[in-house]
């Protein structure tokens, strides 16, 4: 009856795949790569921080109290840029995958607006008012 994924009996079955058939050895494989890589990833920022820790240790004595804020201001920099320096706007239209076609295409990416009059003398409209000529 229940045809979800969150159905608690086709959940129990799929427990049961996992701890007794074919798919154990499947979902070992898995679990044990998913561990090494998350071992290496733990024990490689491990390495980081000591190695950071020792050369804030040496350079600690080095330092006066008047470099401290021109060190600040070097480890703000991100790409060249500082920190506060520009924003990036992200307000306004974005290149939709629409204008993305027509601009592989050669064409404009957006049509060019109709600015002509109707034969009343009207605005040009892209679409007729009243209605649908099309009953259903």
Same mark, same amino acid.
């Given at each position: ?12 079955? *799929? ?42 240790? =040496? ?12 060190? %600040? ?14 924003? %990036? ?29 109707? *034969? =009343? ?12 000529? *099309?009953?259903?």
């Amino acid at each position: 009856m229940a045809k979800s994924l969150r159905s608690k009996v086709k959940r129990s079955f *799929r427990a049961n795949k996992r701890q007794d058939s074919v798919y154990a050895a499947t979902a070992a494989a898995r679990l044990d790569r998913l561990h090494a890589k998350l071992s290496a990833v733990v024990s490689a920022d491990v390495e980081r921080d000591d190695e950071d820790e020792m050369e804030m240790e =040496q350079d600690g004595d080095a330092l006066l109290a008047s470099d401290v804020p021109a060190q %600040i201001n070097d480890s703000m920099q991100v790409d060249g840029t500082t920190a506060g320096s520009s924003k %990036i706007s992200t307000h306004g239209p974005r290149g939709s995958r629409r204008e993305e076609w027509r601009l592989s295409k050669g064409l404009a990416a957006r049509p060019p607006r109709a600015r002509g009059l109707n *034969r =009343q003398g009207e605005v040009g409209a892209r679409r007729k008012a009243g209605r649908s000529k *099309r009953r259903r």
